[in-house]
């Protein structure tokens, strides 16, 4: 397929760069060789992340919110539908969905738009976050050094991100980072987990089986049981506008517009950001990232996928049939939005996400990836 891609000279001053977000991530533990953080007094001492000095400095945060006034889920519940519920789940609200050891559960954003954040477990621990003023949904194990942390919204922002906390140590973490950047965890890494950011009809369609987040109070928070108006957007207007967060980001790329959605994809030392604009007007992308060869595409329903082509250590040639959401390769046909193959030589397997953290808008990945080129179609 034919494409073009360029990395522009950074106007911004960055904060993060590539190599601060790919790494390979150590799982979630205490940090060693290099990334001690605290001293014989026990107090914290810098550490080298990328090109991020942690801890960060409390200048670099900013309150949005006071502690828990966003009250993270901790006990959730799930159903089929949302019939029982005083709110409507239609076929186009978008939700983060997650498949685990053959189980599929959908977080409709109408709730996480109110929560930010579900603890929840599969067979393991897992935390469901999405920040809406970037548009992130990134979904982690929440074991952090052999034990199990909850976490709540801090009530903090850190380029304009969701800063999350956990009960247990009260360290604070940068939700794409997915990484505690202050206290006494400083420099731990969360291990991210694979999840799809569609619609529920899509997400339904492709997981017949699926359950899904039912609103509180049938779920319980931090705080206790509390309800919202899960039929209203508190965001209503804001991704189709200029502004970004709450007023806190100084310099902003301008390569694209701040929400123009963008799925990312990092590896190698390389990162590239594949617009959902771009992306829509052909079938698919064939691409190479820093040695990882992808394929990239929407759905029928514009849902951004980012898949690596490697199956038993061979690169496959996608093509689309067309008018569909399948892909065909090695003889078999492959299922777009969940990168399964259906029937063939590769029945039943599964491609590896291509992509650590769902599509979010522009202006985050950027901040977070600087020297991220992006795809353009020729």
């Excluded at 991530?25 to 060693?32: I, K, L, N, V």
């Excluded at 090695?330 to 599509?359: E, F, I, M, Q, V």
Aim: with cysteine.
């Amino acid at each position: 397929m034919n494409r073009r891609r360029f990395v522009a000279a950074l106007g911004t001053t960055a904060s993060v760069g590539v190599a601060g977000c790919l790494g390979t991530s150590g799982g979630a533990s205490a940090p060693t060789d290099g990334f001690e953080t605290t001293d014989a007094d026990g107090d914290v001492n810098p550490v080298a992340f990328g090109n991020v000095s942690l801890p960060v400095s409390e200048d670099e945060l900013n309150r949005g919110a006071r502690q828990d006034g966003i009250p993270a889920i901790v006990d959730p519940e799930f159903g089929s539908d949302w019939s029982d519920v005083d709110a409507t789940l239609d076929d186009v609200e978008p939700v983060v969905g997650v498949e685990l050891g053959g189980e599929a559960r959908a977080y409709p954003l109408a709730v996480l738009n109110w929560h930010e954040i579900v603890n929840d477990a599969f067979d393991r621990p897992i935390l469901v976050t999405y920040c809406p003023l970037c548009g992130s949904a990134v979904v982690a194990e929440r074991v952090v050094a052999g034990d199990t942390r909850t976490f709540g919204v801090s009530g903090y922002l850190w380029h304009s991100d969701l800063v999350m906390y956990d009960r247990e140590s009260d360290s604070l973490w940068s939700q794409v980072l997915a990484t505690a950047i202050r206290g006494p965890l400083t420099g731990t890494e969360l291990d991210l987990l694979p999840a799809t950011t569609t619609s529920w009809g899509e997400w339904r369609a492709s997981h017949p089986d699926t359950s899904v987040l039912l609103p509180p109070p049938l779920s319980d928070t931090v705080t206790g049981r509390v309800t919202r108006d899960y039929d209203r957007d508190p965001y209503r207007g804001y991704d189709a506008s200029s502004r970004i967060g709450i007023g806190y980001n100084d310099d902003v790329d301008d390569r694209l517009h701040p929400k123009t959605r963008v799925l990312g994809v990092a590896h190698g030392g390389e990162a590239v950001a594949y617009p959902l604009s771009a992306v829509s007007e052909t079938p698919l992308v064939t691409d190479d990232v820093g040695g990882l060869p992808v394929v990239v595409a929407a759905t029928t329903g514009g849902t951004l996928v980012a898949y690596d082509r490697r199956v038993d250590g061979s690169a496959l040639s996608f093509d689309r049939e067309s008018g569909t959401d399948v892909l065909a390769a090695g003889g078999s046909r492959w299922n777009l939005l969940t990168g399964r193959a259906t029937d063939g030589p590769h029945a039943g397997t599964t491609l590896t996400r291509a992509n650590d953290r769902s599509p979010m808008f522009w202006f985050a990945w950027a901040e977070f990836f600087p020297d991220t080129a992006i795809y353009v179609r020729a």
